[in-house]
């Protein structure tokens, strides 16, 4: 079925005769609840639901009701659809801090959700004299849509503070058969080329939908290129015995707890593995709560453990040098002189930092009171290497961010391990949404990938995206697992930086265009 939209308008075409223009779109009063519902559905294709077909119903009724709006309605529109979806996937933040930085979140994200859904409606007007039936309406004007759409996910995730790139449409499609598609492109490519297709099928509506069947062909088109492409392949480069321990200890940040009480959970869940063959010892992020640089007690413990487990330990601990203090993985050996560091390179505004500490102080001093930490951005490489493997990183959030993955595939990386504290999110869908980034890293890269948290749930997760072996939440379990290794790059990897910056590039510059030739057509008509 397509949308019951108002009368065409007669144009001019360029054979001199007439072609009506698209329709122009629901009327506000339905635009509304069918936002609504978009906003809702999208919660529901994402984890811990994960129903990711509804991600087509979802993008395709936003931009039915972003069809011949006026500006006004589009933010209003926008913030319908924003608002039910921010509010309610990311509710978990409010489980850390309370209600006021999850409002703050969310009221941010649903803002610029909605400015980006004033600049699709621009489209749509600039794009209405443009013959209903021909390739501008049916090919372009999905192009431009899905651009617009994506480099609104691309601007999210960079501004402000390095940007909150956490929903995302391309995310969604994990757990279904599209999500192959992002080796070739990345995420944000992934989300260009769905979105393409979801703007196809609109265009096809108003040009007439079942009574115009080759007006479908553009979406089908995407959809059956989504559907056939393969991963792209990576090398088999043997394997790696990587031990991976979730200790279940108190790491969240209100737990109640003695100095050294996370170190010793850690400790006791690795005692069973002690003594077994393996290549390499992984714990989680605040695995360590005592600087082992500082502290020669907790040192004297680490030494101990990789004795023991004739390993490497791949650990996590706040470390200070000088006045910074980092996030820091810390690949732990006998030998001082080997050990390896990575310092987390995006810490969480308001979570890790407070940034502009002195004007948020003014507005909320007991909640920013409450945030001690200042970590600084690291800007090691993130990648260690095991007896010649090289080993990506990713430190919980730090997972979301493009660049720090294809980073680690290009220094190197033949599998990746991500550390994460869900501890501050016990009992909600925070882990779960996080471990589906973690499983399109694997497609997106061609890499394994060992996923191992403070409380849950840790994973290792196949090149393929599919999941070897896990621990449930809130379990204290220690497993051995032989990794596959991978070598090779992904266009993913490759190209990701230039189709980051290029989408939104080219949508903007796309729009500007058509908003100057939509102003000279009016001044020379008046």
Wanted: glycine share 10%; net charge negative.
């Amino acid at each position: 079925m397509h949308p019951t939209l108002t009368p065409a308008a007669a144009v001019a075409t360029p054979d001199g005769g007439a072609s009506s223009s698209p329709p122009s779109g629901l009327p506000l009063w339905a635009a509304v609840p069918a936002a609504v519902v978009g906003g809702l559905t999208l919660g529901l294709a994402s984890p811990p639901v994960g129903w990711w077909p509804l991600a087509l119903l979802s993008v395709t009724l936003a931009l039915i009701t972003l069809v011949g709006r006026s500006i006004g309605g589009a933010l209003l529109v926008g913030a319908a659809f924003g608002g039910v979806f921010f509010f309610t996937h990311l509710i978990w933040v409010r489980e850390f801090l309370g209600p006021l930085p999850w409002i703050a979140l969310a009221g941010l994200e649903t803002i610029l959700f909605s400015i980006g859904a004033v600049l699709i409606t621009l489209a749509y007007r600039w794009t209405a004299r443009f013959p209903h039936r021909g390739a501008a309406q049916l090919v372009a004007v999905p192009l431009l849509v899905a651009g617009l759409w994506a480099g609104r996910e691309v601007v999210l995730g960079s501004w402000p503070y390095s940007g909150f790139p956490w929903a995302r449409i391309g995310m969604t499609l994990v757990d279904g058969p599209l999500s192959e598609a992002a080796s070739w492109t990345g995420v944000t490519g992934l989300s260009f080329l769905f979105v393409t297709m979801c703007a196809g099928v609109v265009q096809w509506a108003r040009a007439g939908g079942p009574r115009f069947l080759r007006g479908g062909v553009p979406a089908l088109a995407v959809l059956v290129l989504l559907l056939l492409v393969p991963q792209f392949p990576t090398s088999p480069a043997g394997t790696l015995d990587v031990g991976w321990v979730q200790g279940n200890g108190p790491a969240a940040y209100f737990d109640t707890r003695e100095r050294g009480d996370v170190l010793a959970a850690q400790a006791e869940a690795t005692a069973p593995l002690l003594g077994q063959p393996m290549d390499l010892l992984a714990w989680p992020e605040g695995g360590v709560d005592s600087d082992p640089l500082a502290d020669p007690a907790t040192a004297a413990t680490l030494d101990r453990i990789v004795r023991q487990a004739d390993a490497p330990l791949l650990m996590n601990a706040a470390t200070a040098r000088g006045s910074d203090v980092f996030n820091s993985s810390l690949l732990w050996t006998p030998e001082p002189d080997e050990r390896q560091r990575h310092d987390k390179i995006n810490p969480v505004p308001f979570g890790e930092y407070v940034p502009d500490r002195w004007l948020y102080e003014m507005i909320v001093p007991d909640l920013v009171g409450l945030i001690q930490r200042e970590y600084t951005p690291g800007t090691l490489p993130p990648l260690v290497t095991v007896d010649d493997v090289g080993v990506g990183l990713a430190i919980c959030f730090d997972v979301i961010y493009d660049q720090v993955i294809w980073d680690g595939a290009r220094a190197g990386a033949q599998l990746y391990v991500f550390q994460t504290n869900n501890a501050d999110f016990r009992g909600t869908a925070e882990n779960l949404q996080q471990l589906a980034f973690a499983r399109m890293r694997a497609i997106e890269t061609g890499r394994a990938v060992v996923n191992v948290s403070t409380t849950g749930t840790s994973q290792v997760i196949a090149p393929d995206g599919a999941t070897i072996a896990s621990i449930p939440i809130d379990t204290a379990a220690a497993a051995i697992t032989t990794v596959p290794l991978r070598t090779g790059l992904t266009p993913a990897t490759i190209l990701g930086p230039w189709i980051s910056a290029l989408i939104p590039l080219g949508a903007i510059g796309a729009l500007t265009a058509l908003g100057i030739l939509h102003r000279i057509r009016n001044r020379s008509s008046v």
